[in-house]
């Protein structure tokens, strides 16, 4: 893991943003598509609204979440809603989207189809992930009942989660298909996340799940 630290939040998210375009840029450079998968909260929505302005051939690009809560996008709650409206827009808009909910479909009778879309643009070209302070990223989360299943090698590219405290379930990304991004990226801000991060380093996967991309991963980190 490389650590880099920004003095304010403000020139972390305008860095952080032209490195990811330089990226996606260089993928394209040597590849006919790129595959961008992103995260939802509300932490990377300045990003996205410098990302979406950036010069890129963007309809060469497939973009994807990290996860999904099991919300239909006229829910607040809803990543994809999250991503539509501050990065899918300007000249990101030709982007190509591949959202997880499904209408009429519980979580685990979507996965399957949900792995199968997202296969093709496997490994991801370029991650960008998040961290809370539980150290759980994407929707693996310490102590959820499928995480180990998430983290085995062998694992579903995407998995359902049950439901959490709020009574949401989830769609997620799994251990594998994170850790094999060609390119990871965290970001975080606070006292409390850096410290969450570092601790890390020296706890298993099933405590901190985070771990699971933290490998070969740059964390750029705010107050």
């Given at each position: 893991?490389?650590?880099?630290?920004?003095?304010?939040?403000?020139?972390?998210?305008?860095?952080?943003?032209?490195?990811?375009?330089?990226e996606?840029?260089?993928?394209?450079?040597?590849?006919?598509?790129?595959?961008?998968?992103?995260?939802?909260?509300?932490?990377?929505?300045?990003?996205?609204?410098?990302?979406?302005?950036?010069?890129?051939?963007?309809?060469?690009?497939?973009?994807?979440?990290?996860?999904?809560r099991?919300?239909?996008?006229?829910?607040?709650r809803s990543?994809?809603a999250?991503?539509?409206a501050?990065?899918?827009?300007?000249?990101?808009?030709a982007?190509?989207?591949l959202?997880?909910?499904?209408?009429?479909?519980?979580?685990?009778?979507?996965?399957?189809?949900?792995?199968a879309?997202?296969?093709?643009?496997?490994?991801?070209s370029?991650?960008?992930?998040?961290?809370?302070t539980?150290?759980?990223?994407?929707?693996?989360?310490?102590?959820?009942?499928?995480?180990?299943?998430?983290?085995e090698?062998?694992?579903?590219?995407?998995?359902?989660?049950?439901?959490?405290?709020?009574g949401?379930e989830r769609?997620t990304?799994?251990?594998?298909?994170?850790?094999?991004?060609?390119?990871?990226?965290?970001?975080?801000?606070?006292?409390?996340?850096?410290?969450a991060?570092?601790t890390?380093?020296?706890?298993?996967?099933?405590?901190?799940?985070?771990?699971?991309?933290?490998?070969?991963a740059?964390?750029?980190?705010?107050p």
């Amino acid at each position: 893991m490389k650590l880099i630290p920004y003095p304010d939040r403000d020139l972390m998210m305008l860095d952080l943003a032209d490195m990811l375009a330089s990226e996606l840029a260089d993928c394209l450079r040597r590849n006919e598509s790129a595959a961008f998968c992103v995260p939802g909260g509300t932490t990377p929505g300045p990003i996205f609204d410098v990302l979406s302005e950036q010069r890129l051939d963007w309809d060469r690009v497939l973009v994807m979440l990290n996860d999904e809560r099991w919300v239909p996008e006229t829910s607040d709650r809803s990543n994809a809603a999250l991503v539509r409206a501050r990065l899918l827009t300007g000249r990101a808009a030709a982007a190509t989207f591949l959202p997880f909910w499904r209408a009429e479909m519980t979580p685990e009778e979507a996965a399957p189809g949900i792995a199968a879309a997202v296969r093709p643009h496997l490994p991801i070209s370029v991650l960008l992930a998040g961290m809370g302070t539980d150290m759980h990223t994407a929707s693996l989360f310490p102590g959820s009942a499928v995480l180990g299943e998430a983290l085995e090698s062998h694992a579903p590219a995407v998995l359902a989660v049950p439901a959490d405290a709020a009574g949401e379930e989830r769609i997620t990304l799994t251990g594998p298909v994170l850790s094999g991004a060609m390119s990871k990226h965290i970001v975080i801000t606070g006292a409390a996340k850096r410290e969450a991060i570092e601790t890390a380093q020296d706890l298993p996967p099933h405590l901190a799940p985070i771990r699971t991309v933290l490998g070969g991963a740059t964390v750029h980190w705010a107050p």
